[in-house]
C-alpha cells in the first residue's frame, strides 16, 4: 500500500498515537489504513457416508483437491459465504450448515471457516474453478493431493468425529508447512473409478 485511498497522498509507515503497531497512515488527511486478515469460508458437503471435493482448475495448487470454499465477500455471513462457494465451485447445493472448524493462519493473514453441510441432493458439476468434483469415501480421500493444511486437518478431524459418533466445534490455528510437509503440486493424475465424478 503506497497511496491513500481517501485523497492519494503518499503513504508512511508508523506507529499511531495510542496504537501498538505500525500502520500505513497518510500524513496529509490523517487516514489510518488498516489492514485485517481475510476470512475463507467453506463447506464440508456431505451425502449419505461420501464427501463432496472439487479438484482446483486455478492456482495457488491448480490439479489438486479441496473442500469448496472462498474469500467471503462484503455484505454476507459466513453461512452464506460458504453455500455461495459451494455452489459457485461444485454447482451444488447444501444446507443444515453447522460451524465446524475455525482455523487462523498468521502466517498468510487468514482465518479459514468450515461447516459441515449437507447436500440437498447428489447433483454437482465443477464450477469455472474446478476440473473435477467428485463424492468420496474416507477411504478414497486423496491425502497425498489435497490442496490446502486446512482442508486436511478439516477432513481429518471430521472423520474422526464422525466414527466417534459425537462432532464438536474445533478451533485451532496452523503454522506455515516447511519441508516434507509442504504440498506437492506434482503427479496430480487420478482415476474416477468407483467414485460419482463429474469433469468439464
Not at 3 to 12: D, E, I, M, N, T
Request: with cysteine; glycine share 6%.
Amino acid at each position: 500500500m503506497k497511496f491513500c485511498s481517501h485523497c492519494g497522498a503518499s503513504l508512511v509507515v508508523k506507529i499511531p498515537p495510542g496504537e501498538d503497531r505500525e500502520r500505513h497512515v497518510c500524513d496529509q488527511c490523517g487516514t489510518i489504513h488498516y489492514q485485517n486478515p481475510k476470512i475463507i469460508a467453506g463447506c464440508i458437503p456431505e451425502w449419505e457416508d461420501r464427501i463432496l471435493l472439487c479438484r482446483r482448475a486455478i492456482e495457488p495448487r491448480l490439479g489438486l483437491w479441496t473442500l469448496p470454499a472462498g474469500f467471503m465477500e462484503l455484505g454476507e455471513t459466513l453461512e452464506q459465504a460458504a453455500t455461495r462457494e459451494t455452489l459457485e465451485e461444485a454447482c451444488a447445493e447444501v444446507d443444515e450448515l453447522q460451524l465446524y472448524t475455525v482455523l487462523s493462519l498468521p502466517h498468510v493473514d487468514q482465518v479459514h471457516v468450515f461447516f459441515r453441510s449437507r447436500l440437498i441432493r447428489p447433483d454437482f458439476a465443477p464450477g469455472v474453478e474446478s476440473l473435477e468434483t467428485a463424492l468420496f469415501h474416507e477411504s478414497e480421500i486423496p491425502w497425498e493431493e489435497l490442496a490446502f493444511s486446512t482442508v486436511r486437518k478439516t477432513l481429518r478431524d471430521f472423520f474422526q468425529d464422525r466414527r466417534q459418533g459425537s462432532f464438536t466445534v474445533r478451533v485451532t490455528h496452523l503454522p506455515p508447512a516447511t519441508g516434507a510437509a509442504k504440498i506437492r503440486s506434482t503427479d496430480t493424475s487420478r482415476s474416477g473409478a468407483g467414485r460419482n465424478v463429474a469433469k468439464t
